[in-house]
């Protein structure tokens, strides 16, 4: 028996028989969530993938609560269940679960409204940079040089630092996660179980049919993301960083895998010219120059 | 027996929120509306009112806050208007869909652009389609009184609707006027809470997942059981407007108020809002001049009161449909529904329709009797109708 496996136990609140498609990191991201929250935990859907994943009414693959709620709206719903729970006196967690497109994009401000006023939900982001779910189009997450129908040339220009700017709100927590690495994500969720206030997790999450790769190639991909230092792990409570799993050693770019591993896997970036891989590589280091930056600052505000 | 105070209409719809105990208010600032929500904000504060206040960052998080607070199974209120009502249009339509008694009060005011403050119904029109009840008052008390009565009705088990209160911007919301505020055991005992275990409640020892895909062989159900409750929503506001009467004395008229409609009547002037105040003293002057006129209120929008405007056009010699709201390109939308109302009645009396009082022009007693006149001339000349001049 699997560690996750002693630690969370076996039951399932994702049922078998969904929708999604073979090899999605969401519903993977999704279970081992709910493994964690248990029974008690009322679901938020938005317009996403998440709103097919779970089947076709009168079919459900949600064994929680679940309650589907316009493409901006997870976070403001979610609230609103909070309180409600609260006044009617039930006990339980709120997850909003989104997609990347609900979070940096169409409900920006229902995100941040809600972790301003620092509701007591948890918000995951389920980033599979793009809009997946209507055909892959480009999205604010929508790395450099990639491919989406929108951006049939690759995408130019920097992406939006979605983990960075929910970071800035100084929440009680929030953490980057990836499907490669689901003890890490685990771990962070029970950490934001046990915190009261608004938390925001955001899971890098590969998709095979946006990113152009074979289903079952989802977990070397994600693996891949965090080994060549294109996603960075860390989680931070008030906006003070630290770096978590793999991505702890990667702060030395020496010991980071080229960029080209996590590339080459994904038919999205077969016609990336070299200057937009060059683009990206400066962008990744650029990311980890910030990150050096917020830990001198914790490490400065340390006593 | 309640205390007579001087309300605005604002006032008089926080009253009428707070004394139906609402359990969670979602507040976005919209001119004219935010003294509705100010006055919320202040009994929760001072703990005269028990509610979760959620300050939302727009109004489309406060519908979709509203949202997820019914599902839950507790009571909700909030309030908008105008473009604020447009914004949160999308969860405006699934709060419908979602079957959830949300009670909203709309303080009417026009669209832009260009900018406007001032009222109009373009706003409360617009949601037409929505699925909401909508109701419209023509006075502080009525604001009051309808919020508390509509709670009732949104959360009957077979309405499950939600439901909008408009009361015109400025003429209602900032004008102070006498109201009859009832007692809160009073009230108490005409709205209990709203009973658990309603239906689309989500519940962690009930797990459902609500509003996932309903593919063409069942959506078209969803639709029409709206359609259904909508209709049947008919007869709860008669028997809710009957107990209320009961219990506090008011009545203002369930789908529709008339005032000296009499049998001998020749003519009727239909109106929504603060102009069928208006109105009610026009037929005044008429009457003192021997015209035999009546107004009638069109309280109810939706559901439609298609039988009340029926049995009321029977005998008359013209109607005269003012409306403070305009569909380009076709006319005012009350206009439009009561000549869809009458289509199959043999025998039609002539209609006139006016569209007045846009962004806040004054319709005044004395406009709409001059109306009333020249529309009773134009039933002999047969003058081709003018929506404006």
């Known amino acids: ?119 007591d939900i948890i918000y995951v982001c389920y980033d599979n940079s793009a809009y997946s779910n209507t055909g892959v189009q480009k999205s604010g997450a929508t790395p450099i040089g990639a ?68 289903p079952s190639q989802t977990i070397k991909v994600a693996k891949m993301s965090v080994l060549t230092g294109f996603w960075i792990l860390f989680e931070a409570e008030r906006g003070m960083i630290r770096l978590t799993g793999p991505s702890k050693r990667l702060k030395d770019p020496s010991k980071r895998e080229p960029l080209e591993e996590f590339l080459k896997l994904q038919d999205r970036f077969k016609d990336i010219t070299p200057e937009q891989k060059k683009a990206l590589q400066e962008w990744i280091d650029f990311q980890w120059t910030i990150m050096h930056w917020k830990m001198i600052e914790y490490l400065e505000k340390q006593p | 027996m309640g205390k007579i105070e001087l309300l605005r209409g604002n006032y008089a719809a926080s009253y009428g929120a707070k004394l139906s105990k609402v359990q969670v208010i979602t507040a976005y600032p919209i001119t004219p509306q935010t003294s509705i929500v100010e006055v919320l904000a202040n009994c929760c504060a001072s703990g005269e009112l028990d509610a979760a206040f959620v300050r939302v ?125 009832p007692e809160q055991e009073e009230v108490d005992d005409f709205l209990p809470p709203r009973p658990p275990g309603a239906p689309y ?50 009545n203002h008229g369930a789908l529709l108020e008339e005032y000296r409609c009499t049998n001998d009547a020749e003519i009727i002037v239909f109106s929504m809002g603060t102009m069928a105040e208006e109105a009610e003293i026009a037929v005044d002057i008429l009457r003192d001049e021997g015209i035999r006129a009546g107004s ?40 439009s529904e009561i000549k869809a109302s009458l289509y199959q009645e043999k025998r039609k009396p002539f209609l006139r329709e006016r569209v007045m009082g846009l962004g806040g022009r004054d319709v005044t007693a004395e406009i709409i009797a001059e109306e009333m006149e020249k529309t009773l001339g134009m039933v002999e000349k047969e003058e081709e109708v003018v929506i404006y001049e």
């Open chain 2, 201 to 250: 409640e989500l519940d962690s020892n009930n797990p459902m997942t609500y509003g996932n895909i309903a593919d063409p062989t069942c959506y078209d159900e969803f639709r029409f059981s709206m359609h259904e409750a909508m209709q049947y929503s008919k007869k709860m506001i008669k028997k809710t407007t009957r107990e209320f009467e009961r219990k506090f004395g008011r």
């Open chain 1, 1 to 119: 028996m699997s560690k996750l496996v002693q630690k969370f136990g076996t039951d399932e609140w994702v049922l078998p028989g969904n929708a999604s498609c073979p090899g999605c990191s969401a519903v993977l991201a999704l279970r081992h969530i709910l493994k964690v929250l248990g029974k008690d935990t009322y679901l938020v859907i938005p317009a996403s993938c998440s709103s097919v994943i779970q089947g076709v009414y009168p079919r459900t693959a949600s064994a929680i609560p679940s309650y589907n709620v316009p493409f901006a709206s997870a976070a403001s719903a979610a609230s609103g269940i909070r309180h409600a729970l609260n006044v009617v006196g039930k006990k339980g967690t709120v997850l909003a679960f989104a997609g990347d497109g609900a979070t940096y994009d169409i409900g920006l401000s229902t995100v941040s409204g809600a972790a301003e006023r620092n509701e």
């Open chain 2, 57 to 181: 960052e727009s109004e489309h998080s406060a519908m979709s806050a509203a949202i997820g607070a019914s599902a839950v199974g507790a009571r909700v209120f909030t309030a908008s208007g105008s473009q604020g009502l447009l914004y949160m249009a999308e969860g405006v339509h699934w709060a419908a869909g979602a079957r959830l008694p949300i009670v909203m009060a709309i303080v009417n005011r026009a669209l832009a652009a260009p900018w406007s403050v001032w009222t109009d119904h373009q706003d409360a029109i617009s949601m037409r389609d929505s699925g909401w009840i909508q109701f419209f008052a023509k006075n502080n008390q009525e604001v009051l009184d309808t919020i508390i009565q509509v709670y009732k009705v949104a959360e009957d088990v077979n309405v499950c609707l939600p439901a909008m209160v408009n009361l015109d911007g400025f003429i209602l919301s900032h004008t102070v006027m006498p109201v009859d505020i």
């Open chain 1, 147 to 214: 491919w989406t129908t929108t951006t049939p040339t690759g995408r130019e220009g920097w992406p939006k630092d979605m983990p960075l700017i929910m970071a800035a709100h100084q929440v009680p927590y929030m953490a980057t996660a990836s499907v490669g690495y689901l003890n890490d994500l685990q771990r962070k969720v029970k950490e934001a179980k046990d915190i009261e206030g608004f938390r925001y997790i955001h899971i890098l999450a590969p998709c095979t049919t946006g990113w152009l790769f074979p």
């Open chain 2, 296 to 335: 009638a209120k069109v309280r109810v929008f939706r559901p439609f009161p298609t039988e009340d405007i029926i049995r009321l056009s029977n005998g008359l010699k013209a109607i005269l449909v003012i409306d403070r709201n305009l569909s380009f390109g076709l006319g005012g939308a009350v206009a």
